[in-house]
Nanobody, 128 residues
């Protein structure tokens, strides 16, 4: 069975950094586009970042561009989200997900329905 597991969340002060990790099993990892989504209380789920099979294509939400970096290690079946200069508005549950293909262009937000498998989420809380 497919399992997607996130880790690395926690409490951090504004301006600090965290790195999230996501490890997938039960699938051919390098067949999949990997993405990070987040959902804050009272807000809709939003796509934060995505990375293609090879890592040559990436997407970043405007709100995190320049602060977050997505990467993947296909040998370890793991995708990472390095988060720097964190802001209180980054506080959310962060979810890792896998998609075989995107219906959106790389320059536009990813569609949740494109992602077949989802992790349980890891909480990121940024204090002011």
């Amino acid at each position: 069975q497919v399992q997607v597991v996130e880790s690395g969340g926690g409490l951090v002060q504004a301006g600090g950094s965290l790195t999230l990790s996501c490890t997938a099993s039960g699938l051919t990892f390098d067949d999949y586009i990997m993405g990070w989504f987040r959902q804050a209380p009272g807000k809709e789920r939003e796509g934060v970042s995505c990375i293609s099979w090879s890592g040559r294509n990436t997407y970043y939400a405007d709100s995190v561009k320049g602060r977050f970096t997505i990467s993947r290690d296909n040998r370890k079946n793991t995708v990472y989200l390095q988060m720097n200069s964190l802001k209180p508005e980054d506080t959310a549950m962060y979810y890792c997900a896998a998609a075989l293909a995107l219906t959106t262009d790389w320059g536009t937000p990813p569609a949740s329905d494109d992602f077949h498998y989802w992790g349980q989420g890891t909480q990121v809380t940024v204090s002011s």
